[in-house]
């Protein structure tokens, strides 16, 4: 598909539900833009800069992707770097009303910004940040939750042992 596609989040921290999700977003599109949120309503664990980093290292081999951030509204940032499509994730129905509500939005906002929802693999179906970051709090093993950089930063973060 030739458009310019963002997929944007929190990242704190990527997931391999994520990485499984930019791998299909490449698929589809050819190349992809990952945007870290600067000002999110939530507090996070890491860093702007740390969230950045940690996703950057995790696509480090890939020349189909770049990572960026932004800050303000996400159909700013689309306009700005002239994107045509906003990629999510969709996993469990839970998700579904959130996602829903902030495209519904985001379309009030920018009517020709489409966004577009992808499912990650089965493997990945239930794999979502803050549930890595409780395993890891409570001592749980998130080896094949996150790639081994994340898992090591969480257990500093965390002060917890891999
Ligand atoms: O990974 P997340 O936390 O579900 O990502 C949410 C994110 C960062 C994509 C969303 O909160 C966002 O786009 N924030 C930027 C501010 C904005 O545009 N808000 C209006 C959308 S309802």
Redesign the pocket.
Known sequence: MNAIAIY?????PVTNGHLDLIERGVRLFGHLIVAV?R????TTLFTTQERIELVREAVSRRTDVTVES?E????DYARARGATVVM?GLRALSDFE?EY??AM??RR?HPDLETLFMMTSESNFFVS?RRVKEVMRFGGDVSTLVPPLVRSRLADKLGRST
Request: net charge negative.
């Open positions: 944007p989040g929190s990242f704190d949120a000002n999110i309503e939530k932004f303000g509204l996400l159909v999510r959130y509500e902030m939005m985001n906002l940040s």
